[in-house]
């Protein structure tokens, strides 16, 4: 299955909650970043230039829990940096569980063999793992040779011991459509149970700044990318919408709320990729008090004008996919193939 049955469920029970409440705005994913160290320097991340003493600080679990809570989405990813260095990440990953959050805890799977042992498999975890395509692009863009295979490796041993695995591929400009169709061979085979794939975004931090993807040029190579994915059997961890809209077959406004992201300086504004906004202090102060019409394609912002990066479409797509019976009927048919 792409998505659980019961994380399909519980998102679709919410969003029809929301929609009958007539709420204007209202998150999907609650995005927590309890860290920004990282043992990678990745080419197009824009976390790991913090100074040091912004590397070392970390978020406690009780923080991650109020964070959940206090935004009420059903499904939580924990991602950073690398997530897995964090000293409580184990109690954090388990407190969420608890609390039945659909959990995605986003990883380079550099530690995660000799780290699994600290987690439990549970229908309300899924192990991402970061994973660029196939081996030479991967380890090209993480700037480390060897990182594909140890990911694969902790990929396998996760499989073996009855984990969910996905993983999350960022697509630069420049990757051939037909390594990406290799690479979606290649983990279709190991037996992941689903692909996430987004085009990067232009972080002013990032160490390199050629590599970004126009709007045009993303729905181009998305559309070689995705041409053949029925015939071929993959399994994307996204609605069907949201792909449509990589390809250009459909459009949408970013929702920028509806992934909002928690760190160890509070709610960033507007959105994950932005922070220009500065940082509020709860989520009801971040959905109140940010002007919203500065963000989006729509809004003229050049920060916002080539973005397609999930986080601000995928909720875009995920309410458009409750928007009709058709529709309903579409995700449904896409999520448990």
Known sequence: MAIPMKQAIAVGRYILKHKLLRTKRYPLVTMLEPLFRCNLECIGCGKIQYPEEVLRRTLTPEQCFDAALECGAPVVTVAGGEPLIHPQIEEIVDGLVVRKKFVYLCTNALLLRRKLDLFAPSEYLTLSIHLDGIEKHHDACVSRAGTYDAAVASIEEALRRGFRVTTNTTVFDGHPAEDLHRFFDDMTQ????????????????????????????????????????????????HSPFYLDFLRGTRDYECTPWGNPNYTIFGWQRPCYLLGEGGYAKTFKELIETTDWSKYGVASGNRKCRDCMVHCGYEPSAVNDSMSSARNIVRSIVSAVR
């Open 190 to 237: 190991l037996g992941v149970h689903g692909m996430m794939i987004s085009p990067g975004y232009s972080y002013e931090k990032a160490p390199v700044q050629d590599k970004f993807l126009k709007r045009r040029q993303t729905k181009a190579l998305f559309e070689k990318v995705l041409e053949p994915a029925r015939r071929r059997k993959w399994v994307f961890n």
